[in-house]
């Protein structure tokens, strides 16, 4: 069936033949938030100078909310509920927590393409690509970023997000990235309009019947990135700046 998705929706991304593998590396409990964005700008600017290689950072973090370039305050429901972070990734508001797998994306687009429409059709083909390993149709939305499941079950337009895609580009070095829904709480998307979209819900793969551990899902993950950006080599857990 990974072909039949990638035949259909997915944009192949590699490089040339010969390069480097894209670094992977999962870093276990959670992660705070704003030594992670501080860590990124720092590889990214160390990827932009050819001092780094490429980075794929598989994270959990506390439950906070983040607001993306795009945030509309009316869509911060109750900004008293979690932490709120103001970061420099396109998009509305959105939430991380745990049961939420982020994969923060680290990736040379001059050694790829520097496209960003592609890119993030990059993005999205992976994970319709994770979702599809385990008989869950994810979909595209022309007016919409993310990824989209149907649930017709609800009523008979019905859909609810599983993904979501936010990112950043510097001197062509992506940061941020994307966020699957696993086996977050739910409910705590309800402190925000999540990526200002009232009309639709937010679901999971556990809240769709897939009861599916972490690692099960990032070995997919892992394997699905591959078939679309190309070879990776996994490495120790970054070690983290200091707070500030």
Same mark, same amino acid.
């Given at each position: 069936?990974?072909?039949?998705? +990638?035949?259909?929706?997915?944009?192949?991304?590699?490089?040339?033949?010969?390069?480097? !593998?894209?670094?992977?590396?999962?870093?276990?409990?959670?992660?705070?938030?704003?030594?992670?964005?501080?860590?990124?700008?720092? +590889? /990214?600017?160390?990827? /932009?100078?050819?001092?780094? %290689?490429?980075?794929?950072?598989?994270?959990?973090?506390?439950?906070?909310?983040?607001?993306?370039?795009?945030?509309?305050?009316?869509?911060?429901?109750? =900004?008293?509920?979690?932490?709120?972070?103001?970061?420099?990734?396109?998009?509305?508001?959105?939430?991380?927590? #745990?049961?939420?797998?982020?994969?923060?994306?680290?990736?040379? &687009?001059? %050694?790829?393409? =520097?496209?960003?429409?592609?890119?993030? /059709?990059?993005? *999205?083909?992976?994970?319709?690509?994770?979702?599809?390993?385990?008989?869950?149709?994810? *979909?595209? %939305?022309?007016? +919409?970023?993310?990824?989209?499941?149907?649930? #017709?079950?609800?009523?008979?337009?019905?859909?609810?997000?599983?993904?979501?895609?936010?990112?950043?580009?510097?001197?062509?070095?992506?940061?941020?990235?994307?966020?699957?829904?696993?086996? #977050?709480?739910?409910?705590?998307?309800?402190?925000?309009?999540?990526?200002?979209?009232?009309?639709?819900?937010?679901?999971?793969?556990?809240?769709?019947? +897939? &009861?599916?551990?972490? #690692?099960?899902?990032?070995?997919?993950? %892992?394997?699905?990135? *591959? *078939?679309?950006?190309?070879?990776?080599? !996994?490495?120790?857990? =970054?070690?983290?700046?200091?707070?500030?």
């Amino acid at each position: 069936m990974l072909a039949q998705v +990638r035949d259909t929706l997915a944009t192949i991304f590699t490089t040339e033949a010969g390069e480097e !593998p894209v670094e992977w590396a999962i870093t276990d409990g959670l992660t705070d938030y704003d030594r992670a964005v501080a860590f990124m700008e720092e +590889r /990214a600017s160390e990827i /932009a100078e050819g001092r780094a %290689r490429e980075l794929v950072w598989l994270v959990e973090h506390p439950p906070l909310y983040t607001a993306g370039t795009s945030a509309q305050e009316t869509d911060l429901v109750e =900004p008293d509920r979690f932490p709120v972070h103001r970061t420099g990734r396109g998009g509305q508001y959105t939430y991380h927590g #745990p049961g939420q797998r982020v994969a923060y994306v680290m990736l040379d &687009l001059k %050694r790829r393409e =520097p496209d960003l429409r592609r890119y993030v /059709a990059a993005l *999205e083909a992976w994970l319709i690509a994770t979702l599809d390993a385990y008989n869950v149709r994810g *979909e595209r %939305r022309e007016d +919409r970023v993310g990824v989209w499941v149907r649930r #017709p079950e609800k009523g008979e337009t019905a859909e609810d997000k599983i993904a979501a895609i936010g990112i950043r580009v510097r001197r062509w070095v992506t940061f941020h990235g994307i966020a699957l829904n696993v086996e #977050p709480d739910l409910s705590h998307f309800t402190g925000i309009v999540p990526c200002g979209v009232t009309e639709h819900g937010v679901t999971s793969l556990v809240d769709l019947g +897939r &009861l599916v551990t972490m #690692p099960e899902v990032d070995s997919v993950m %892992r394997r699905t990135f *591959e *078939e679309i950006f190309g070879p990776t080599v !996994p490495v120790k857990s =970054p070690r983290l700046p200091k707070r500030g």
